[in-house]
C-alpha cells in the first residue's frame, strides 16, 4: 500500500511540475509575440481603410494574394517555443521509463533493483535475519546480531527491510522490541510473554511467581539469589507490561500472574524451556 501510495505521489508531482512549466512558457509566448501591445482594428482614422480591410472584395484589391508564408528554420524560433518544444519531447520519451521505475521493472541507478516482498529473501544475510525471527518469536535485535554473526548496523538494516515490506512485525515493551513474523500466530499479551521469557531471569521469575502465588520480593530473591534491588527492577518491568501484578497486604506486598495470561504460560514459557 505504501508503495503504490508512493507511486501515486510521484505521478502527480510529476504532471503538476510539467503544467507549470508549460502554462509558464506558454503565458511568456504572448508577451514575447505581441510586445506586451493589444492589437485592435484602426477605425476611425484617416484615410478610411475600413471598408478596404473588413468590407466586401472587388476585383480591385488583390493586397491578400500577396506573398505566402515563409517557412523558418528551427532555430529561428522564439526561445520559448523551442524551450517547450523540448519539454514535450523529453516528457513524452520519458513517460515510459518512469511507468517501469515506478512499478519496480527497473532500477533508477543501473545494477541496483528495487528490492520487492518476491526477491527481498535473495540475500543470504536477510534470510538469514527472517529465519532466526521465525524460529525466535519475541527475538530483540541484540539476539538476532548473536545468532546471525552480523554487526548492529547490518542486522538493523536487514530488519528495517523486512519491517517496510510487512515481512516481520514488532512489539514494544519496557524493555525494547520484539520481533515475530507478520501473521496472526500470537495475541498482543503472547507476544509480550514471549519477549520477556527471552530473558532467562525475568522467565525465572515468571514460574516462581506462577507457582508461588502471593511471593513476595525477599522470598523470590532467596529463591534465584540475586539481589532484592534486582528483584525490584525485574519485577518493574514486568508489571509495566502488565505480565504479573501486585497486591499490598499489610506491609508486605505480593506478586501474581495476570490472570489473562494464565493459559498462555505453559504454552509459551513451557516451550521455551523445551527449546532450551
Known sequence: MRNSRNKKVALWFFTGVFIIIFS?????????????????PAYGISPDYTSIYFGELSGGYDFLEGPGPEQIEFQDLPL?????????????????????????????????????????????????VYETILQNPGIQLC??????????????YHVKKLLGHNMIVFR????????????????????LLYIHSKNPTEKRIIEIIHENPGITRKELSERIHISAPSISWYIAGLIGDNIIRKEKKGNRVHYYVSEYLKNDLFNIIGAESTVA
Open 24 to 40: 509558464a512558457f506558454t503565458t511568456g509566448v504572448s508577451a514575447i509575440e505581441t510586445g506586451g501591445y493589444v492589437v485592435e
Open 80 to 128: 520559448a517555443i523551442i524551450l517547450i518544444l523540448l519539454g514535450i519531447g523529453i516528457a513524452a520519451f520519458m513517460i515510459q521509463p518512469l511507468k517501469l521505475f515506478l512499478s519496480g521493472k527497473i532500477a533508477l541507478i543501473p545494477g541496483l533493483s528495487r528490492l520487492k516482498k518476491t526477491n527481498l529473501l535473495d540475500n543470504e544475510s536477510r534470510r538469514k
Open 143 to 156: 539476539e538476532i546480531e548473536k545468532k546471525t554473526d552480523l554487526t548492529n548496523k547490518n542486522a538493523e
Open 172 to 191: 514494544q515493551t519496557s524493555r525494547g522490541k520484539g520481533y515475530f513474523k507478520n501473521s496472526d500466530s500470537y495475541s498482543s499479551e503472547e507476544k
